[in-house]
């Protein structure tokens, strides 16, 4: 006896149906990686926020990435005169040790460490692809890593005096590198008060 003739589903049946099972095969895949995503490690997200923060415009104004410090409280000290020829690529954010450093814009994190000049040190990716250098911190953050995903206002570290900064009043040196090199900062923080008052009631 043979039951196929009965059970076996038309041609277009059998059609309906693959296609009905690849959908719910697709649907299961999209909602584990909508589950999954903001449970992944920062690490595994990080290429995918650096993607998207490398086609982002560099920013036209910054604000300060020392908390409680306004912008009119820091010295142009861009371009001057450094020890064994050096000249200061960034500006210095002078404030009492353990102040919060905080990210100036959204970014992930690339490096956390230690250099002869910078002392302990945080490289943040930010948009456009630029790199900013976060110096002579005290401590980093016990959350911030290379890798970590972080958003304007997110304390990376604390004020101090490491590096070649040693035994000066602390403060965060902070610069900002692209393609090019170094630029300015000054500017930027200087177009972030303006907005920031604007914004203001
Ligand atoms: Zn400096």
């Known amino acids: 006896m043979t039951e196929t003739s009965t059970s076996s589903p038309s041609p277009a049946a059998a059609f309906a149906l693959r296609w009905l099972r690849r959908l719910v095969v697709l649907g299961l895949l999209a909602a584990s990686a ?26 036209t104004s910054l604000p300060v990435p020392v908390a409680g410090v306004a912008a009119n409280r820091i010295a142009d000290t861009w371009g001057a005169a450094r020890a064994n020829g050096r000249s200061h690529q960034g500006v210095d954010i002078f404030a009492r040790r353990g102040t919060a450093v905080i990210a100036s814009t959204e970014g992930v994190v690339t490096r956390t460490g230690t250099n002869n000049l910078g002392g302990l040190v945080v490289w943040v990716m930010g948009p456009g692809r630029q790199m900013h250098y976060y110096a002579h911190l005290d401590g980093h953050a016990p959350d911030i890593g290379p890798g970590s995903h972080v958003m304007p206002g997110d304390t ?46």
């Open 34 to 59: 909508w589950w999954a995503w903001p449970r992944l490690p920062d690490p595994w997200r990080a290429p995918f926020h650096a993607a998207r923060l490398a086609m982002q415009p560099v920013p």
């Open 156 to 201: 990376l570290g604390y004020v101090g005096d490491t590096g070649n900064a040693r035994g000066t009043p602390p403060h965060l040196h902070y610069g900002i590198y692209q393609s090019g090199g170094a630029i300015n900062p000054h500017p930027l923080l200087r177009a972030g008060m303006g907005t920031a008052a604007k914004a203001g009631p």
